[in-house]
């Protein structure tokens, strides 16, 4: 039995059975302060540190680097997402017909019934909305009354061939509140606003004249203001950039062209100030449009190890491109000043604090702990080694620089 394994099954059976589900507190290891319980609201303090392997979320003080909460919802948080004006985690599991709401000053949770299993959240800022992509459909919850909508439409697929699959991507632009769902079948993109009426139909945008159309379309990402939306075709033949307001389509050209190996682009990304888009394939070539430059053409050039996420940080000066053994900081206008960080593991994922000064990183294999760098000096500092988790997972806090999380 691997390492990891044993440590999961351990993780598992001797702590997770001592700790019972309990409908209106989480369980947790923190003791009560004062006679009350501790808040974990603190947007630019706090790090939340999903377990790969177990039910646990981790919470870490980032300015004493110590935990200060140990959480279990009885599920394994494949999805979690923090709003970012208010107390509120969601998370999910795409095995789980349920979404999870956590108030991060009661300790208080609800569990939300869904039609299926939550596979995306997004949190509409300014208001008690949050958009969620089930396995086949999408809509709106309001988590302060518990209020869900749901579209009836179904973006499902006859090629079905398991439940744990979903047939679209969700995109979401959250200050214009617009759905952008992406088929993986064909090259079509659906459209609609989340306070549009339920029987109000979708707006069809049909790409099979402008692409190859035997090719439907994955990941991707929207600004949030409906500018525009950046999106990989499944085969990672090319990326995509599109301008709904003038019905502008540009793409990197070809991107990955040899084997077949499955989503071989990563998502796409998009700086804070919507001006300059990153596109990638885990064979290491780039594509880099500066629209604030009025680039139609993308520059493109390429890095020794294989991308797996894209952020960028310290006020929008810097990409930051984590992938299997490898990390590197590389200025916005020049691709030669960069600095690379290698490694013998994989990305798992990666947060960029709310001021872009640090990056926090998980990696797929090595002692539990989230690895920190400085992103003005780009250098690594100490990491913050985590207790009670067999792998660390997704990271969220209550604050980030980026549109792309």
Known sequence: MKRRD??????????SSSLPFLSAKAANNNSPVN??????YAPTRYLFIADIST??????????????????????????????DDSMLAFGNPEVSSLYLYNLISREIKVIDMPSPVYQIFFVPQSKLLAVGLRDQVGM?????????????????PQRETVLYAYYTL????????????????????????????????EVLDFTKRIRP??????????????????NTLDGSEGLLYFPETDKLLSTGPMYTAGTTYRPMVSPYIDAYSQRVLFSDVSGHLAYFNLEQGDEKPI???????????????????????????????????????????FPYEVVDMWVTGDSKTLYMTLDEGPPQIFRYDIR???MLDPIRIKGVVMGGLLRMGSNNSICY
């Open 300 to 342: 493109r050039y390429e890095v020794d190890f294989s991308p797996r996420i894209i952020r960028s940080g310290w006020l929008e000066s810097t990409w930051v491109i984590g992938g299997d053994k490898g990390l590197m900081f590389q200025s916005f206008d020049n691709p030669d000043d960069h600095k690379i960080y290698r």
């Open 171 to 202: 995109l979401f632009s959250s200050f214009s509140q617009s759905f952008w769902v992406l088929d993986k079948t064909k090259p079509v993109i659906y459209r609609k606003h989340g306070y549009d009426p339920i029987k109000k139909p979708w």
């Open 377 to 379: 000096t780009r250098e």
């Open 141 to 157: 919850v309001n988590y302060d009354t518990g209020e869900v909508t749901i579209f009836p439409e179904k973006f499902d697929s």
């Open 214 to 231: 035997t090719v439907g379309f994955d990941k991707g990402v929207a600004s949030p203001e409906d500018y525009m939306v950046a999106f």
């Open 6 to 15: 044993f440590l999961s099954l351990a993780t598992a059976t001797g702590i």
């Open 55 to 84: 039910y646990y979320i981790s919470v870490y003080d980032t300015v004493t680097m110590e935990q200060v909460a140990h959480l279990n919802f009885n599920i394994k948080p494949k999805v979690m997402e923090i709003a970012r």
């Open 35 to 40: 006679g009350a319980t501790q808040s974990l």
